[in-house]
């Protein structure tokens, strides 16, 4: 598959730009575990117009984890043009403009799928940004605003015309913000509509490596894009890879390959961060990494309390000498 000159293996598998999940160091684990391209979080154009230091933060990307797309939101067209110009900077593979996200805060105030009920100002806005930079330009949005206005069929050949290089399509409305079902059948249509010729991704409700399998066989995407699975299950890449070559399940990687994976994160994230904010921004990841396991909760607690990266390497020990004999991770 190919997005502009970004040559990508068949059906590959993409992480979904997720804010305060998808940081670098959560990137390289994906990628070691298969991820064929990553996103950042998201990356507020006003903010980044106004240099901003903690939004600047989210444009940092290591070589090792490439390629990378960054992900700009806004709703002033000039603030958007801008901030795609000083992304490009960057060094990223692709830029990708956020018309899905459903959050209230950003999407009542125009930006992410709130643009959807703007779609003159959606498309000038994609336009001009094309036209403002050189490197590919991608869209993610929604099926539309709700079930009333599912548009995305035609908005596909409408924001292809604009001159994007692919579309991500979340198999919900705005209304459903991540409640119910993704329904792929629309994402379908659009690819199977003989006027689109631009990749099209599918995303949404993508749980399970046969789930994965059936969504790409049944509506024929170009690539499948895993979101909130791969929270503290960064492994599903490599799950779904393996499913998708052999028809066979892997099984869950033991304790102690977790324990290795989640403390290489941690240092990742203090390397990028420094020691306080890598550990806070890392609680996240902690707090679902382990789900499932017998008589866990009074050491992750001890685990999220910690202050320094001593501490918490020390927890992780002493989760890989508790739970070592035979023990492997439920899905979260």
């Keep these: 598959m190919k997005i502009g000159n970004l040559e990508l293996r068949e059906a590959p598998l993409l992480l979904a730009p997720m804010e305060d999940v998808t940081d670098p160091s959560f990137r390289l684990l994906c990628k070691k575990y298969g991820a064929d391209l990553m996103y950042t979080e998201f990356v507020s154009a006003d903010a980044l117009v106004r240099s901003v230091q903690s939004t600047q933060r989210k444009l940092t990307i290591f ?4 390629p990378v797309g960054i992900q700009l939101y806004g709703k002033d067209v000039e603030a958007m043009v801008e901030a795609a110009k000083i992304a490009e900077q960057n060094g990223p593979e692709l830029i990708d403009i956020n018309f899905g996200c459903p959050v209230k805060k950003i999407a009542n105030k125009g930006a992410g799928s709130g643009m959807l009920r ?3 100002k959606m498309l000038e806005m994609t336009r001009k940004i094309v036209q403002a930079v050189k490197l590919p330009v991608t869209v993610k949005t929604r099926l539309g605003w709700d079930e009333e206005s599912k548009i995305i069929v035609e908005l596909a050949e409408q924001l292809q015309d604009t001159g994007i290089q692919a579309l991500t399509i979340h198999g919900r409305t705005r209304a459903q913000m991540y409640t ?3 329904d792929w059948t629309l994402i379908g249509e659009v690819k199977n509509n003989p006027r689109i010729h631009i990749p099209i991704i599918g995303n949404g409700d993508l749980t399970s490596p046969q789930k994965a399998k059936l969504y ?4 024929g995407v170009d690539a499948l894009m895993i979101g909130r699975p791969s ?5 599903i890449f490599k799950e779904v890879r393996h499913y998708l070559d052999t028809g066979k399940i892997l099984d869950p990687p033991m304790i102690p390959e977790h324990v290795k994976m989640i403390a290489e994160q941690l240092d990742k994230n203090i390397e ?3 020691e306080r904010r ?3 921004h890392m609680r996240r990841h902690l707090a679902v990494t382990f789900k499932g396991l017998h ?3 009074n050491l992750k607690i001890k685990m999220l309390r910690a202050a320094t990266a001593d501490e918490v390497h020390a927890c992780l020990n002493e989760i890989k000498d508790r739970y070592a004999d035979g023990v492997s991770l439920v899905e979260p």
């Excluded at 790409?216 to 509506?219: A, F, T, V």
């Design 63 to 66: 070589d090792e984890e490439r």
């Design 118 to 120: 703007d779609i003159p």
């Design 180 to 182: 119910g079902e993704a």
């Design 216 to 219: 790409l066989n049944r509506y």
């Design 231 to 235: 929270i503290g299950r960064p492994w």
């Design 272 to 274: 990028w961060l420094g």
């Design 278 to 280: 890598g550990i806070l």
């Design 295 to 297: 008589d866990f909760r």
